[in-house]
């Protein structure tokens, strides 16, 4: 199973749920990150995100930024969007019903979330990246839980 997450800007969201994910998945899956637009390609993970994901014994600072390409839908099982608008600029750029049936949003896996989105942490503080880390760590549990079924 390979897992691709989603976000804006890939620095705060998508990084996170990378990080979290690497750390419940089992060997034989992989997960990376990517955005919707490019602004911050090359770059590493905001330092809030850095800092909030470290606090939980994570590693992300060594993840770099990059936009979402047409491989990726060749090359990933599943793509999981962070918000709504997210999820319309994916879905737009599928190719065909195969494509589309690989993408949907990331809360959608805690089932009772219907149209639920990671809310972006990127305008607030610490607090809002510590609340981002929990909503990512509970989704990641249930995609966890969803492929050892
Ligand atoms: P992310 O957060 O999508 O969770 O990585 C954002 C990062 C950058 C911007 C917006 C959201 N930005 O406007 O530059």
Redesign the pocket.
């Known amino acids: 199973m390979k897992i691709l997450m989603v ?9 996170l749920a990378e990080g979290i994910m690497k750390a419940k998945l089992p060997d034989n899956c992989t997960v990376d990150s990517a ?1 919707t ?1 490019s ?2 390609e090359g770059e590493h993970p ?1 330092k809030r995100a850095i800092k909030t994901a470290a606090h939980h014994d994570i590693d992300i600072s060594k993840q770099r ?1 990059r936009p979402i390409t047409r491989i990726d839908f060749e090359t990933f099982d599943k793509i999981y969007c ?1 918000d709504i608008d ?1 999820l319309g600029d994916v879905v737009s750029k599928t190719k065909n019903e195969e494509e589309r049936q690989k993408v949907s949003l990331f809360l959608e896996v805690l089932g009772d979330h219907k149209n639920a989105e990671v809310p ?4 607030g503080d610490m607090k809002d990246f510590e609340m981002v880390f929990q909503l990512l760590d509970k989704g990641c549990t249930a995609i966890r839980n969803q492929i050892s079924k």
Do not use: A, E, F, K
Request: proline share 10%; with cysteine; charged share 15%.
């Open positions: 976000c804006l800007g890939n620095i705060c969201r998508s990084p955005g637009i602004m911050h905001d930024s962070m997210v972006d942490p990127y305008w």
